[in-house]
C-alpha cells in the first residue's frame, strides 16, 4: 500500500467539495432568480430563526469574548444559514422531487459523515491530536500501516486510511516544510517521517539536573 491511496482521499474530499459547492451556487442563483417572493419570504423568516438560534448557541461555546468578534461570527452564520435555505429552495425549483435526494447523498458521502461514521465503529480517532507528541503521531502512523496490511474488509481498509489521512493533516499542519520534504523523499506509507519534523516541547528530552 502506497501514500497513493492517501493521495486518493485527498482527491476525493477535493471532488466532493467542488462538487456540493457547485451544487450550492447554483442552487442559491436559482433561489434569488427564479423562486417567487411570495414563497422566499416565509423561508427566509425561518432561515433567520434558525441563524439567530445556531449563533445564540455558537455564542456561548466562542473563545472570542469582545463583543464585535461575536457579532461577527453570529453574522457570519445567519447569512450561512439564509444562503443554504435560499440555495435548497432554488435546488428543488430545478430539480423537483429529486432535490432532497441529492441533499441526502451530499450529506452522507461526506468527509465528516464518514469521519463521523469511523468514530462511531472504533476505526477512526478523534482529532484530539494536542496531546500527542509529533514522535507519538509519527509512531502512529507507522503503526496503523501495519493494522492496514491486516484488514480483512474493504470497509475496514478505507476507515484506516482515512485515520492514517488524519495523522497526516496533524502532520502537515505542525510542520508542513517538514512533512513536504519527506514526502520528496519518495516516502513509503510504513516509513518513519520524524527525522524531517521539527520537534515540539513534548518531544524535547528532560534538562539534566
Known sequence: MSLGVHRLVAAYRLLWTALSGLVGVLGFVAG???????????????????????????????AETTISARLGR???????????????AGTVVVLGAAAPGLVVVLGVTSP???????????????RHHGSLTT??????????????????TAAARLRIVEARQLYLDELERRDPVGLKAWLGENASAAG??????????????????
Open 32 to 62: 434569488v432568480f427564479l423562486v417567487p417572493a411570495r414563497g422566499m419570504l416565509p423561508l427566509l423568516f425561518v432561515a433567520a430563526f434558525i441563524g439567530v438560534a445556531v449563533a445564540s448557541t455558537a455564542w456561548s461555546h466562542a
Open 74 to 88: 453570529s453574522a457570519v452564520i445567519a447569512v450561512a444559514v439564509i444562503s443554504a435555505i435560499v440555495a435548497f
Open 112 to 126: 465528516a459523515a464518514m469521519r463521523w461514521c469511523g468514530r462511531r465503529l472504533g476505526h477512526i480517532p478523534g
Open 135 to 152: 514522535a507519538e503521531l509519527c509512531r502512529r502512523w507507522q503503526d496503523s500501516y501495519k493494522i492496514l496490511r491486516d484488514a480483512t
Open 192 to 209: 518513519d517521517p520524524s527525522r524531517y519534523l521539527a520537534r515540539d516541547g513534548k518531544d524535547a528530552p528532560p534538562a539534566d539536573g
